[in-house]
């Protein structure tokens, strides 16, 4: 399980968070560009179809390949108590023959996409992931490299996401941890649960403002 | 003097020198105000002199250390900095008491401000400010030169007071518009920055994106317009077979062809030159034969009802009419029905018999040909079983009748996805997954294939194989064929069902079948090719029960 806000911040501004989040953070960013592969099962393998997502991560010099389920969210009273969302999630590291495993297994490619960011990991009451990407989308199949077949989906914003592992015992507290975290970042973006839709801060120009020129010092 | 007191002028112009005499006329009033205060002066003059002497002292101090390149006593640096600093702070306080009303004097001097501190306090303005004060003022007091100086007073606080309220109007709006820039961080209701239309524009495509995250919208790209791109990237490159565009699209009729050259394995390289050459043959069709070896020990079981008399598969088709639906699948069919006649043609006799047989009652989708192929993995394991049930599985194939061989046809798909399914749970290859569902020949064949890797199975199928009172229990368990992640209890429980002669226990099998045809080595054949030969094989009997276990699929 998993815990899990989501925002949009306009890309002008993402140098400020960047600086923001390394301050709070207090570790490296992490450079993130992933290729996402989102199958879908055919009607072989049920009644219901059910998406599978393939990561390659194309960062390290061997891409790395990763399976990952995302199941449904937490309903219900306790759900809207919250301010995050709490949902299954089950990741496990594979070999560079997932794709071909799953195409035999008769899941077809729904959707894919490229995601290029910076992310950091760090504990502050829960083991947090911070990830700001911005998101591209392929005109033509599995092209990640050639920059004229990748356009961005939404050119000017960029995604930001906070998750934290969760388990049905220590929700509450880790739903806190990321909650608390998410209010330093107020002044920048505005972050919810992925499926309310928010737009940016007012404020964001003026945060970024103040973050950018931080490292000029004045002499008194 | 230069000490930390300066001294300014009050509301009235008045200097303050000692050096300097007086104006008569004010010396008087100073004197009334300030008699204590010029005793206080004094001391406080003395005490700052006194003060410059002890820090100019310790600068020599410094000098000489300096000079002399020592290692100063810091002890007694530091104690003589702290009564420097003791002494100074009782003057400066003792300056706040007597001269709060005219007095200003510097928080901080050090060395940067020291030599410009006493023209700054200098309360004398400069010459050419001076004159443009005074041409100011007299601009003010233009209108009122007339009137009594009370009238005046009254105007000029009128104008102050009116002034005033601006100042505090405007501070009222800055600091309103300040809480609300910096205090609420409400998202799209507070948009005081941006403009509706760039706030709405960017609204908009944050759930653009929003959306293509989470959901995939605005990404997926119709199965027409997909085109590969030139250059596939290097984590894709030795992944996916060359033009693999059509794995991703449930047609068929591409995987076929495609994906027998990138098959990684021997076993399932040989599989598929041997589907490839026996592919025409089980097809029934007008197709050229394979012409492999050992092809007359086919021959020796039955009379063969096809034309091709040299071919291994000839005496085993016993297809009707092929179908239109099948001959669609024939091209793609056609490779996989080379491979197993070849690898067919490279087991033991007896169990080319067998095979030949299964054959014979194997769906014309031509999956039990792939299945056949998997046989080849068997090697030795599987031939000590086909010895054991050869006899009884030869006699049971033939009693079964077409009647079965349309519902095998469904049935091998069901085995053999759920097969592969078990398998697949059990981390085997792939290749292995071969499942000749048709008859009890193909059970047997299908439960020896499955025993390979699970030597488990073998042991169970062979129990099963020779007792008849299992085939109720059979009977239940293939009831569940429908489930994916079916044990290798209940596949041989299944496969034995198909046995059982019963038209009735086709319904498992078919489940079965068309399960297990997934997990075939060449799965992505078969799988494809299952889906549009199932809907057909629906269409061209009325056979009851084939609809039914259809539906159960």
């Known amino acids: 399980m998993e815990c899990v806000v989501q925002g949009i911040i306009e890309t002008q501004h993402v140098e400020a968070l960047e600086i923001l989040l390394l301050g709070l953070c207090g570790v490296p960013k992490e450079n993130i560009r992933v290729h996402e592969l989102c199958l879908k099962s055919g009607p072989n393998l049920g009644s219901e179809a059910s998406e599978i997502r393939i990561l390659c991560d194309l960062m390290q010099p061997e891409p790395a390949w990763t399976v990952r389920h995302v199941g449904g969210s937490m309903r219900g009273a306790g759900a809207d108590q919250i301010s995050v969302l709490l949902r299954t999630m089950v990741e496990s590291k594979a070999s560079k023959n997932v794709l071909r495993l799953f195409y035999l297994l008769g899941y077809k490619l729904d959707h894919e996409l490229l995601r290029v960011g910076f992310a950091f990991h760090f504990q502050r009451g829960a083991q947090i992931t911070v990830s700001v990407s911005s998101y591209s989308k392929m005109l033509k199949l599995h092209a990640t490299e050639s920059n004229d077949d990748n356009v961005p989906v939404s050119p000017g914003i960029q995604m930001v996401e906070v998750t934290a592992p969760a388990s049905a015992e220590n929700y509450t507290e880790v739903a806190a941890a990321v909650s608390s975290f998410c209010e330093y970042l107020a002044p920048l973006l505005h972050l919810s649960k992925p499926g309310l839709s928010t737009g940016v801060v007012p404020t964001a120009a003026a945060a970024a403002a103040s973050l950018m020129s931080f490292s000029g010092s004045t002499n008194m | ?553």
């Open chain 2, 1 to 553: 003097m230069d000490g930390p007191m300066a001294v300014g002028h009050g509301q009235q112009p008045q200097q303050q020198q000692d050096q300097q005499q007086q104006p008569p006329v004010k010396v008087v009033e100073r004197l009334n105000t300030a008699v204590q205060q010029q005793l206080n002066l004094e001391s406080v003059k003395t005490r700052a002199i006194s003060l410059f002497k002890a820090i100019s002292r310790i600068l020599e101090e410094f000098e000489v250390l300096s000079r002399n390149n020592s290692v100063p006593k810091w002890h007694d640096v530091s104690s003589s900095f702290s009564m420097v600093n003791l002494e100074l702070f009782n003057i400066v306080e003792d300056i706040k008491k007597v001269s709060k009303a005219f007095v200003v004097h510097p928080k901080n001097v050090n060395a940067e401000n020291a030599a410009i501190l006493p023209v700054m306090i200098s309360s004398k303005l400069l010459p050419e400010i001076e004159a443009d004060d005074n041409a100011k003022r007299e601009q003010l007091l233009y209108a009122m030169q007339n009137l009594p100086v009370s009238a005046q007073i009254e105007k000029l606080k009128a104008r102050i007071d009116m002034i005033g309220a601006a100042c505090e109007s405007a501070e009222k709006v800055i600091a309103d518009t300040r809480k609300t820039y910096f205090g609420t961080r409400q998202g799209p209701t507070n948009i005081l920055t941006l403009d509706k239309a760039q706030a709405a524009k960017i609204q908009e495509q944050g759930n653009a994106l929003r959306n293509a995250v989470n959901h995939g919208q605005g990404l997926r790209i119709p199965m027409e317009q997909r085109q590969m791109t030139s250059a596939l990237p290097a984590h894709l490159a030795d992944v996916l077979p060359i033009a693999d565009s059509t794995q991703t699209i449930s047609d068929s009729s591409g995987m076929y062809m495609k994906n027998t050259p990138p098959v990684s394995s021997n076993i399932v390289n040989n599989q598929a030159t041997l589907m490839q050459a026996s592919g025409s043959q089980l097809m029934g069709r007008a197709a050229a034969s394979p012409g492999g070896t050992g092809a007359s020990s086919f021959d020796n079981t039955t009379a063969s009802p096809l034309p091709y008399a040299n071919s291994p598969r000839s005496a085993a088709n016993m297809m009707n009419t092929p179908s239109p639906q099948q001959q669609t699948q024939q091209q793609h069919q056609q490779q996989q029905q080379q491979q197993r006649q070849k690898f067919i043609q490279q087991l033991p006799q007896h169990q080319q018999q067998m095979l030949a047989q299964q054959i014979r009652q194997s769906p014309m989708t031509g999956l039990g040909q792939n299945q056949l192929s998997q046989l080849h993995d068997l090697q030795g394991q599987a031939q000590n079983k086909y010895q054991l049930h050869g006899q009884s599985q030869m006699q049971f194939s033939q009693s079964l009748g077409s009647q079965q061989f349309q519902g095998r046809q469904l049935s091998s798909g069901g085995i053999q996805h759920g097969i592969s399914q078990s398998q697949l749970n059990q981390g085997n290859q792939l290749n292995r997954q071969f499942n000749q569902m048709s008859g009890t020949a193909n059970s047997a064949l299908f439960n020896a294939a499955q025993a390979t890797p699970n030597n488990q199975m073998m042991s169970n199928m062979s129990a099963m194989m020779t007792s008849q009172p299992h085939v109720a229990r059979m009977q239940q368990y293939g009831l569940s064929g429908g489930s994916h992640n079916l044990g290798s209890q209940n596949m041989n429980d299944q496969v034995f069902n198909m046995g059982a002669g019963n038209p009735n226990t086709m319904m498992p099998m078919q489940q079965q079948q068309h399960g297990s045809q997934g997990a075939f080595g060449n799965m992505q054949q078969n799988t494809q090719n299952m889906q549009p030969g199932m809907v057909p094989m629906q269409n061209q009997q009325n056979h009851t029960n084939f609809q039914q276990h259809r539906q159960n699929q």
